[in-house]
């Protein structure tokens, strides 16, 4: 396998995984953040994180660990409303079938070649008002774990 597991994790997280999740339909899954962004969403942002070479053959890399870091940003947003909490809670709600699914299938069936495994690391949620209503954006820091020959 060449390349990184960050982009296909990424891809299959959001394109496969999430949409077919019957605790999510009706919740809009982009790769990243839409152009047109419904009430509540969830998208993939930023891929990083470190790489260690484990050996090498004639000049040549063989192996590598790479210890990634996704972010997944779910956003709910509600005009009208200017309760933070409420919006908090929803957005806590929708993140709960994300956590479900990483906790319960961390190598998420082997469907990522080189991926050891994916959990979820740190959380930062975030709130506010303005004019139109309330809106709260969860973001998962999910560990991408891999092994790549």
Known sequence: MAGTVGPATKRYLLKERLPADPGLVGIQIGYSLPRDVDREVIYGGQISGPVQVEAMRGGTRITRREDLVLSLHIWVNRPGDQ??????????????????????????????????????????????????GALAELTYQISLMSHIR
């Open 83 to 132: 309760d933070t909490a409420d919006v908090e809670a929803r957005a806590a709600e929708i993140g709960q079938v994300v956590e479900e699914l990483l906790a319960g299938d961390p190598t998420l069936s082997g469907a990522v070649a080189g991926l050891k495994m994916a959990a979820i690391t740190n959380v930062l949620i975030d709130s506010g008002c303005d004019d139109d």
